[in-house]
């Protein structure tokens, strides 16, 4: 049976970076990979931190010159206009999303899209998620000229990005892309911090562990299954932070995801390595990481949602380790209740895979990005590996 599925999402944050560019008059071209293929489309835009309204004169749809993630250029034959109530121009106001109208366009399944948005007036407050791991592209309005459109033709691929155009690593106002399955397409919601996020990856790359999860998916044959990524670097399961907490993004970012059947929970180390070293401090995060994965879960089963837990991965010689190992500790009574509990529907052993074999407190050396936390492309590909496929099926 057709229906929407969402192939493409992120946690919006406030932001949070000195070097956000001015979108006042720009156009901003942004690239996103998808992961189910569709017939049509419909793009979910946000303002919900910006204190004004986001005005826009035109988004387009396209494909990226040579199909790559972070090129300025797009193919000018692929590129379809988003119309919101059937007009190319739209305002958002603050605190809100918007549901475009729903587009014909043949979506193909782990591609790169391009997302063109020609902006009117911006808030001062923009609504980012500042861990794209992708690079996008802002070109301003010179003073006293109409709004100018990014070049699509004239430069290789692999060219930079010509004079007056800003490279930045962060995604602007995209919440959501959704496609119209052929047939009874489902979502994987993964719900996570920095290393879902994929801090450590590789920029333009996409090879975060549920990008690498979508792969396998499909090359197994599952190519209804789309893998929502909705996570957020610094977040918590219990409070806010850089982002909101898991607990209260569920609505928004789980339930608000198209087609969701999944949800896997990958978070608490933020709310662990961000609480005292103390016995107490410790003991009362623990009791209340416990509690918080219990509320996901109900929330997730009153859903019709069936949700997995993924035991968290050690942390030795981040800043996070402390020099009695009491966080430690936490970790890894939280993890025996991950693994012992039988709350979660089932269980991803993350922590098993990448721990030192000699040093369960460590991760392996060559699965990490340096820190002692964040992993490398290696060591995401690690994970993905682990997920057994047989938990989305059906």
């Not at 978070?267 to 401090?281: E, F, K, L, P, Q």
């Not at 025996?336 to 993350?350: E, L």
Request: hydrophobic share 40%; aromatic share 6%.
């Amino acid at each position: 049976m057709e229906g929407w599925v969402a192939t493409w999402g992120c946690a919006l944050q406030p932001p949070d970076q000195p070097d956000d560019p001015d979108l006042a008059q720009a156009t901003l071209r942004q690239t996103i990979r998808v992961t189910t293929g569709g017939s049509a489309g419909r793009l979910t835009l946000s303002n919900e931190y910006g204190a004004e309204p986001l005005e826009l004169d035109g988004v387009t749809v396209a494909r990226p010159v040579a199909g790559r993630a972070g090129v300025p250029d797009i193919q000018p034959d692929t590129a379809v206009a988003v119309t919101f109530g059937g007009s190319r121009s739209v305002t958002i106001p603050p605190g809100s999303r918007l549901v475009s109208d729903e587009f014909t366009y043949i979506v193909e399944p782990r591609t790169n899209l391009t997302v063109t948005l020609h902006i009117g007036s911006a808030p001062a407050m923009l609504t980012t998620h500042p861990g794209s791991r992708t690079t996008s592209h802002v070109l301003p309005r010179q003073e006293g000229r109409p709004p100018r459109q990014i070049p699509s033709r004239g430069r290789p691929s692999n060219a930079t990005p010509g004079a007056g155009t800003t490279a930045v690593t962060h995604w602007y106002f995209l919440a959501a892309l959704d496609v119209r399955s052929a047939g009874p397409g489902a979502a994987v919601v993964c719900l996570g911090d920095s290393l879902t996020d994929g801090r450590g990856s590789t920029t333009d790359g996409n090879d975060r562990w549920p990008d690498v999860l979508a792969d396998r998916l499909h090359a197994a044959g599952r190519t209804h299954v789309a893998v929502v990524n909705q996570a957020a670097g610094g977040s918590r399961v219990l409070r806010d932070g850089l982002g909101i907490a898991a607990v209260r993004r569920l609505d928004r970012d789980v339930a608000g995801t198209a087609g969701v059947r999944w949800l896997v929970v990958f978070a608490g180390i933020n709310d662990i390595g961000m609480a005292d070293a103390t016995v107490r401090a410790q003991q009362r995060i623990e009791d209340d990481l416990i509690a918080g994965y219990a509320k996901i879960i109900d929330w997730a089963h009153a859903h019709g949602i069936t949700v997995y837990g993924v035991t968290l991965t050690p942390f030795g010689g981040h800043e996070y380790d402390d020099p009695r190992g009491r966080r430690e500790q936490t970790r890894r009574r939280v993890n025996a209740w991950i693994r012992t509990s039988r709350q979660f529907d089932a269980v991803i052993d993350f922590d098993q895979i990448v721990r030192d074999p000699d040093d369960h407190a460590r991760v392996r050396p060559a699965l990490h990005d340096g820190d002692g936390l964040h992993l490398n492309p290696l060591g995401y590909r690690a994970l993905a590996d682990a997920v057994p496929l047989d938990l989305f099926a059906g």
